[in-house]
């Protein structure tokens, strides 16, 4: 392991049993066939459970919906983004030579998909209570209070809290196709409300961007049908 990794772990406060998980939790899929997405599909679940738990415990007042909405601003991509500046991720995520050119070490996308593969990294590494003290530590320097609750709501948010208004099961999303070569790819994206029966589409530049995309496309079906 080298001594950026290791001075990670510092940072991390979690020393890997398995140094190759944390590896790869920095290894972007244009570097190797071997890349971080399905920790980072792992870690996304650890991080919401981990956030939503923080929430419960420090916002006791706070009914259902407004805790939905602040978590959603905890795990947003702008918000994972400047954490994953602040641990030092910039110097230690692994990319392909286009990626590089193009700026990758720096694309808000790239960094918060990488630090939810870390998480997903440390959960596989130490399991459930090593992963949410992880999350904890994170977030320690992150205010947190209702009155989050205001910040602008992005598609995924406002379709969450449309489904949840009428008492509705949350939407499902999957990636259905990637396009492109690996440093400039597209991502298409379903958002599908088996309740109603729909499913709409979205095209993004990384799996959040589609997913936010596929989720504005829904709230227009949505609105329209109750405008007919």
């Known amino acids: 392991m080298n001594d950026g990794l290791i001075a990670l772990q510092r940072r991390l406060q979690h020393e890997f049993s398995n140094p190759s998980l944390l590896e790869r939790a920095l290894t972007h ?3 190797s066939a071997d890349h971080n997405e399905r920790l980072e599909f792992l870690g996304d679940s650890v991080l919401n459970l981990s956030v939503a738990d923080l929430l419960y415990q420090r916002l006791s007042d706070l009914p259902e919906g407004d805790l939905s909405r602040i978590r959603a601003n905890l795990v947003k991509q702008d918000t994972l983004h400047r954490l994953s500046v602040d641990l030092g991720l910039p110097a230690v995520i692994r990319l392909g030579e286009g990626e590089v050119r193009s700026g990758g070490q720096k694309r808000p996308s790239i960094l918060a998909d990488a630090l939810e593969a870390v998480v997903g990294a440390v959960y596989l590494d130490g399991g459930f209570s090593a992963a949410q003290a992880l999350v904890q530590r ?3 320097a992150v205010e947190i209070n209702p009155t989050m609750e205001a910040i602008g709501k992005d598609p995924k948010t406002e379709l969450q809290e449309w489904l949840q208004g009428r008492r509705m099961k949350l939407p499902s999303y999957r990636v259905v196709s990637t396009l492109g070569v690996a ?4 991502f298409d994206v379903e958002c599908e409300i088996p309740e109603l029966n729909l499913a709409e589409r979205g095209i993004g530049g990384s799996r959040r961007a589609g997913e936010q995309a596929a989720a504005a496309a829904m709230l ?3 609105k329209a049908r109750a405008q007919s």
């Open 220 to 222: 227009q079906t949505l």
């Open 138 to 140: 994170l977030y320690r």
């Open 29 to 31: 899929r244009s570097f």
């Open 183 to 186: 440093h400039k790819q597209t």
